[in-house]
Structures are given as structure tokens and as C-alpha cells.
């Protein structure tokens, strides 16, 4: 079995870090989407919001994040973090897990996270999450407001790391081992 879990979720709900834990635990490569992105923001000496700005307008920078993405999960073993991830898996995600929180609690992670005003990261996450889910919508025809495609939901809200981590952890036992 070559397992491939997706993690999905907004910008600050959890996903790298739960995702080092499940690649950890369950022996499995990463990849996460948000860090391709970052990198491809840095390299292009970038802000975050100014370079979704440009992702909206120049379709190839999600094609070919896309496309590594695709390619990951056809090699399977991996676990792969990022919005659109468990669409980009398609068929060879085994399991596909969304991670959700409110939009403040995100935020003050964010802030957290890089060293930065909370007024700043607010501003910067609402504009590329507005881009991104425009972009999504037009580029794929996929609306991230529809859940319907995850075998797991969890806010974090309600939980630290560990707890999430917890849940997901007995959830992906159980499913991989078919003692539903």
C-alpha cells in the first residue's frame, strides 16, 4: 500500500504542522502547497498578497504547482497540505482530511507564525484568500466552500496540535486498517 492523505484548510488552520506529525508518524513523504508557493513568492522577491495578485493573472504559476502536486500523489507515500490538495490528488488520495478554524483565531496564528502585525496578516490573508477563491472558481471550477469531498473535518480551533493531531491519527488507524 502506498497510502496518500490529503490536508486541506484556509491559510493558519494547522495544516503544516499536523502534517509533519501524520508524515512522522505514518512514515511518509511531505509536501505541502503553501511552501512551493511561499518559494516561488521569495525567488520572485515577492509579497504573498502581490504574488497570488500575479497567480490571478498568470494561470501557469498554479499549473505547475498543481502539476507537483498530481505527480506526488501518483508516486504515493506521501502525505500533501494545501487548499486544493485533495482535488489535485483526485483518485489516489486515500484520505482527505480539512482542517478549519474562524477566521481571527487563523489570523493571530498567521501573526504569530511570521513575526507580524495582526492588522497586517489580516489584511493580507483576507485579499489572497478572496483571490484564491476566485481563482480556484474560475481556473478549476472548484468552490472550497463545498466539503463534500473530505472523509474528515476538524476545527482547530476546539483543539492544540497534539488534540488534532489525536483525532486524525485514530481516524487514519482505523481506516487503514479496516477496523471501521
Not at 505527480?71 to 507515500?77: I, M, W
Not at 486515500?94 to 513575526?115: E, H, M, N, S, W
Amino acid at each position: 500500500m502506498s497510502p496518500v492523505i490529503t490536508l486541506g484548510g484556509l491559510h493558519g488552520t494547522g495544516k503544516s504542522s499536523v502534517a509533519d506529525l501524520i508524515a512522522k508518524e505514518f512514515n511518509l513523504r511531505r509536501t505541502s502547497a503553501g511552501m512551493i508557493f511561499r518559494t516561488m513568492a521569495k525567488e520572485r522577491g515577492m509579497t504573498l498578497e502581490d504574488f497570488s495578485k500575479l497567480a490571478k493573472e498568470d494561470q501557469s504559476i498554479d499549473r505547475m504547482l498543481d502539476d507537483r502536486l498530481k505527480e506526488e500523489a501518483k508516486r504515493g507515500d506521501v502525505v500533501i497540505d494545501g487548499q486544493l490538495a485533495a482535488w489535485m490528488a483526485g483518485d489516489h488520495a486515500d484520505f482527505k482530511i480539512l482542517l478549519t478554524a474562524p477566521l481571527d483565531v487563523r489570523v493571530k496564528r498567521i501573526a504569530q507564525r511570521d513575526g507580524r502585525d495582526f492588522e497586517e496578516a489580516l489584511h493580507e490573508t483576507r485579499v489572497r484568500e478572496e483571490i484564491e477563491r476566485e481563482r480556484y472558481l474560475e481556473f478549476y471550477e472548484i468552490d472550497i466552500t463545498d466539503l463534500s469531498i473530505y472523509d474528515l473535518i476538524i476545527n482547530t480551533e476546539k483543539f492544540d496540535v497534539e488534540g488534532v493531531y489525536s483525532i486524525i491519527r485514530t481516524a487514519l488507524q482505523k481506516f487503514f486498517t479496516g477496523d471501521k
